[in-house]
């Protein structure tokens, strides 16, 4: 049965400090770990799961730990992860300045603009779109996808005009999204790459990314990568359904 610990038993189990601990409460859950976390995040209604990407047996083999690929694959909310190589510096998300959200076209994928964009009204950032065109790959087979413009130098109305739908269709955004600073960045390449690429040179805090819970073998190619390399956390959400 789940009971809050005392502040002063948390300090010491986990070793945080005080003013750390000043509002937090420890639940005790049994059975296998992810299924625990998934099973108390339903119970107490949570937004959000945050997650070290390894512990410290995965951290040494450099892969993905296993409780975290089971909690992100099975978590009906929103889960943060971050990896425990990554500077102290960046793995804080008290001052967002840009939140990057790699969009591939298809209407599951913008399942993370809302939430991203919630974020930004929130936190006063700027709300990066990136779509990444790819040339050697079939565009994704979900109905409703819009890809831009086959090469990037492509002529300028063209890209103006594809810009201007492909915002307007990637919705719903929070009231008042308009006045946010959002911007749609292009690409071309491997999406990985080129994402990857953006949040480093641009300074992204946080990477905001939705997609299908999978991590079988031969799929899930970007977001294995970057769990692997972000720069920065990365924040899934469950891309929507057509």
Do not use: N
Request: aromatic share 4%; proline share 7%; with cysteine.
């Amino acid at each position: 049965m789940a009971h809050a610990a005392s502040a002063a038993t948390l300090t010491s189990q986990l070793g945080l400090t005080a003013a750390e601990t000043a509002s937090a409460t420890l639940v005790e859950a049994v059975g296998a770990p992810a299924t625990a976390i998934v099973r108390t995040a339903q119970e107490r209604h949570a937004w959000l799961i945050v997650m070290s990407t390894q512990g410290e047996r995965a951290w040494r083999a450099r892969q993905l730990g296993s409780t975290t690929a089971a909690v992100i694959q099975q978590a009906e909310c929103g889960v943060l992860a971050i990896r425990p190589d990554m500077p102290e510096s960046r793995r804080s998300l008290a001052s967002l300045a840009r939140v990057l959200v790699p969009l591939d076209g298809s209407p599951g994928a913008a399942a993370a603009v809302a939430l991203a964009a919630d974020l930004v009204k929130r936190t006063g950032a700027r709300l990066d779109l990136l779509h990444v065109a790819t040339l050697h790959k079939p565009p994704p087979a979900e109905r409703g996808t819009m890809v831009g413009p086959r090469y990037l130098d492509q002529p300028g109305h063209e890209w103006s005009a594809w810009a201007q739908e492909f915002l307007r269709r990637f919705e719903p955004l929070p009231q008042g999204w308009c006045a946010l600073p959002v911007e749609l960045h292009t690409a071309h390449g491997d999406p990985s790459e080129e994402i990857l690429r953006f949040a480093r040179e641009q300074g992204s805090d946080l990477i905001a990314t939705a997609w299908r819970q999978t991590l079988a073998l031969g799929r899930a190619e970007v977001v294995k990568r970057l769990l692997a390399e972000a720069p920065c956390p990365i924040l899934f959400v469950q891309a929507a359904h057509p």
